[in-house]
């Protein structure tokens, strides 16, 4: 039984991780053909599952209602014919805590508390304070990798969370400390987002009403 995702579902379920991106940056989500994708993607939007806006220099398609329905729809169906249901639950019961262990290393990596300011931006001036969240992402990278690899045994379209993670956690380990938190690259938090929203959109869960 093949574990590799069609095309369709692909580009459709990278527009949901990516939540607003452009037909290359989405056809590189899961390594797709850039023609096949626009295609696809233009599919999408006549069968109102996506739409293409532009604005403020920067242009993108993003989700209706009706495909994130739709791509549930397809995930759920996907991990029904391989049979992967439990083993993703469980990957995600595993999960939480890690989740709020990375939420918590995010906060300390924007943050450092005074006397005076309990919200005080972290100005990256106390060695010991940036060593300690990096220390503590370290951790989760370890932890991360076999439930990557648990997930990846279920469906390919898992892979590569783990070594994305790893690389983003190198970059700032070696000085570019932005690869902890910043929204446009594959920062550790950019990562763990998607890999969040993957296991929501993918049980069908509602991220408001779980954690």
Do not use: K
Not at 109 to 124: C, F, I
Not at 141 to 147: F, H, Q, V, W
């Amino acid at each position: 039984m093949t574990r590799d995702s069609p095309p369709g579902l692909l580009s459709l379920h990278a527009v949901r991780m990516l939540g607003f991106a452009d037909t290359p940056v989405i056809a590189r989500r899961f390594g797709l053909d850039a023609a096949q994708t626009e295609e696809l993607l233009l599919d999408a939007e006549a069968r109102g599952w996506a739409g293409y806006a532009a604005f403020a220099g920067t242009a993108g398609w993003s989700l209706t209602e009706t495909g994130r329905a739709e791509n549930e729809r397809q995930l759920a169906a996907e991990l029904a014919r391989v049979g992967g249901a439990d083993e993703v639950r469980d990957v995600y019961r595993e999960f939480l805590p890690l989740n709020a262990l990375l939420l918590r290393a995010c906060t300390d990596w924007q943050l450092r508390p005074t006397a005076g300011d309990r919200l005080a931006a972290n100005d990256h001036r106390d060695p010991a304070w940036d060593a300690r969240v990096l220390d503590e992402l370290a951790g989760i990278s370890r932890a991360l990798t076999p439930l990557a690899d648990r997930l990846g045994g279920v469906l390919t379209r898992f892979r590569g969370y783990d070594t994305r993670f790893t690389a983003a956690l190198a970059r700032a380990q070696a000085g570019e400390g932005a690869w902890v938190d910043r929204t446009d690259a594959d920062s550790c938090h950019s990562v763990w987002f998607q890999l969040h929203e993957d296991l929501i959109a993918t049980l069908g869960l509602d991220r408001h009403t779980h954690p």
